[in-house]
């Protein structure tokens, strides 16, 4: 049985194209007959991301044995056998991948592939500028304030040791330090998009290899800049210094010494009761709302990825692992594929995403919790991305129809292929399944988006949003309640710009900075000359999508369109509809049909799809 930790590297097979493929354990016995829960393995799957955060400079800080470049004095920590995996169906690895240099060397017919850039059309490759700078800026004494002990865990580029402070605030504190090594690591492969196909049709991104040397070094400063910006957070694995010497980067941090949540699971023989995955859960949405209303996506959500700080059974989680992670402004989408592939959101596979993806992840974590078993599973990493884009999470085998209602609607939210539909993690922190007086509901950098929205709105698309409210459900009222005490109304009940602004100090951190949230208060500078009381909140800060994701959306249409035909509707003419929806001529024929002949006033159907508006893909997606 293999290894379990084994990180996703590219290789490029014989034909000369690279695909993405999976670097896990060596093949697996085949199931036991008869015993259909027994898993011959859950191995962690990464993706390739074509830009500079190609792989996680963050292992799981424990043991995966082997021999390690540690300082003189220092033993690696024994290699730790990987417990067998019981989940309800067996779960073979994709094939493991090999190194990516031992592909390169067969490809380019070098012993040893030379760091520098690989032509296209197989010439010699050029030497590597020797002239990179290395060095971070970072502390240069860490010798003298930390004592490295036995390794813990170790990644493709770096191993994680246990160590203590010497001196000062941290002396004799147990500390985790990444150590990455200058001279081995500090190089990448960089992936560029010569062609591709999509993943709907063949399933395989033909990929030019492009060996560059500064990519990892971004990565490294990259990483270091979130986790010094997050901070403040309890379920955060907290960050406490870096440093560098000629041969190293050393990057220090919280020691949690509890293991994995995968490992929690599997003690649990593979899932977890209900009652207890709720607490599991809140603490994970908990820390993914703090990244994202600072600007923060994880893109590595998984259960390797959460840690307990200590063996006891009360343990607080950490998330840790930022080596993919990545600042994103508000109106930003990310185009870069990155990530695990069983935990990957569609919208990642088409090259488009925001924080919604995080969402995705947590949703494929609560469904193993609650069942021990994988929502999407293949054995390729091109049958899991099928999956992930066609099939749909199977709710009707053991132990599903003993879960409650609440909990399959909480996973559903959050496991919808429609980014737009998904709850946000505010939002499913007041869900059904997990709503209670004993945990904060956060700040949700939605509500911003949606308001600011609202506020550029026709007065004619603001009468469709003020109906629209009229027929909310109560869960959503909830939740909109909660958003609205969090900006703090002024004595008259209302809220201006500034109630908005002070919510974001009040929950700033330097990621909020760097990632630019607050220039989203430039665009709701019209709240600036008025006020907003509870009731038009509710009708800018609701999203039709995610409504429409409810099992009783008709009926809160039907009731939204009765408050729209006695106080909003009007005779509209096709042109002033598409001049509200901003379309053109083209468009005009689809929009008649929205048009009671009758009367002259949008119908059901057209209140429905006027809400919703024309979708063109958004063209604000990072360049790599």
Not at 288 to 316: I, M, W, Y
Not at 398 to 423: H, Q
Not at 505 to 521: G, Q, Y
């Amino acid at each position: 049985m293999g290894q379990c930790y084994g990180k996703t590297i590219p290789t490029a097979d014989n034909d000369g194209t690279t695909t993405i493929t999976v670097a896990g354990g060596g093949d697996p016995p085949p199931p036991t007959p008869g015993r259909s829960s027994a898993s011959n393995g859950v191995h962690s799957v990464k993706n390739t991301p074509s830009r500079s955060s190609a792989t996680s400079t963050w292992p799981s800080p424990y043991p995966h044995g082997g021999a390690s470049p540690l300082p003189a004095g220092v033993s690696p920590s024994p290699a730790r056998s990987t417990p067998r995996r019981f989940f309800k169906r067996p779960f073979p690895p994709p094939s493991p991948a090999k190194h990516i240099k031992a592909s390169l060397a067969r490809r380019f017919g070098h012993a040893r592939p030379r760091e520098g850039p690989i032509p296209e059309d197989g010439a010699a490759a050029e030497e590597p500028d020797q002239s990179l700078d290395k060095n971070f800026g970072y502390n240069k004494n860490f010798g003298a304030k930390y004592e490295l002990g036995k390794e813990v865990g170790r990644g493709h580029f770096g191993h994680t040791c246990q160590a203590k402070g010497r001196k000062g605030e941290l002396r004799d504190l147990p500390l985790a330090v990444k150590i990455i090594s200058k001279a081995k690591h500090l190089f990448n492969y960089k992936l560029s998009y010569e062609s591709s196909r999509d993943y709907l049709g063949s399933l395989q991104v033909i990929l030019l290899w492009k060996m560059t040397t500064a990519i990892s070094i971004e990565d490294v400063r990259r990483e270091v800049k979130i986790l010094k910006a997050l901070s403040g957070h309890k379920h955060l694995v907290r960050f406490y210094d870096a440093c560098e010497d000629a041969n190293n980067v050393y990057i220090v941090m919280e020691l949690c010494e509890g293991g994995e949540l995968l490992d929690k699971i599997l003690s649990r023989g593979g899932r977890y009761i209900e009652e207890d995955a709720k607490l599991i859960v809140v603490q994970i949405l908990s820390v993914v709302a703090f990244c994202h209303l600072q600007g923060v996506v994880h893109r590595d959500l998984k259960p390797e990825n959460f840690l307990f700080t200590s063996r006891n059974e009360d343990a607080d989680m950490r998330l840790i692992d930022f080596g993919l992670s990545d600042f994103i402004r508000p109106e930003e989408r990310l185009n870069d594929i990155v990530g695990s592939a069983y935990y990957v959101a569609p919208e990642v596979l088409h090259r488009s995403y925001s924080l919604e993806a995080d969402i995705w992840s947590v949703g494929v974590i609560t469904y193993i919790l609650l069942c021990g078993s994988r929502p999407f599973w293949a054995r390729t990493e091109s049958g899991i991305f099928r999956a992930v884009l066609r099939a749909d999470p199977n709710f009707d085998d053991l132990p599903w129809p003993s879960v409650s209602a609440e909990a399959k609607d909480f996973v559903k939210r959050l496991l919808n292929k429609d980014y737009r539909k998904r709850m946000t993690a505010a939002q499913a922190l007041n869900h059904p399944w997990l709503r209670s007086e004993n945990h904060h509901i956060p700040l949700d950098i939605l509500i911003y988006k949606l308001v600011k929205s609202y506020l550029h709105a026709t007065p004619f698309k603001r009468a469709a949003l003020k109906a629209l409210s009229k027929a909310l459900t109560e869960d959503e009222l909830s939740y909109l309640r909660a958003q609205f005490r969090l900006l703090e109304p002024n004595k008259d009940g209302r809220i201006s710009v500034d109630n908005f602004k002070m919510a974001l100090v009040r929950n700033t951190t330097d990621a909020m900075k760097e990632s630019r949230v607050p220039d989203i208060l430039n665009a709701m500078a019209p709240l600036s000359y008025r006020k907003m009381d509870f009731d038009e909140f509710c009708a800018a800060a609701i999203s039709t999508y995610q409504l429409e994701a409810l099992e009783g959306w008709e009926q809160i249409a039907s009731t939204a369109f009765e408050h729209f035909e006695r106080e909003g509707n009007r005779v509209i003419s096709v042109d002033e509809l598409a001049r509200e929806l901003n379309v053109g001529p083209t468009a005009h024929t689809l929009l008649r049909d929205w048009i009671q002949s009758s009367n002259g006033k949008l119908s059901l159907l057209g209140y429905t799809k006027f809400l919703h508006g024309v979708t063109l893909r958004s063209s604000n997606t990072r360049q790599h």
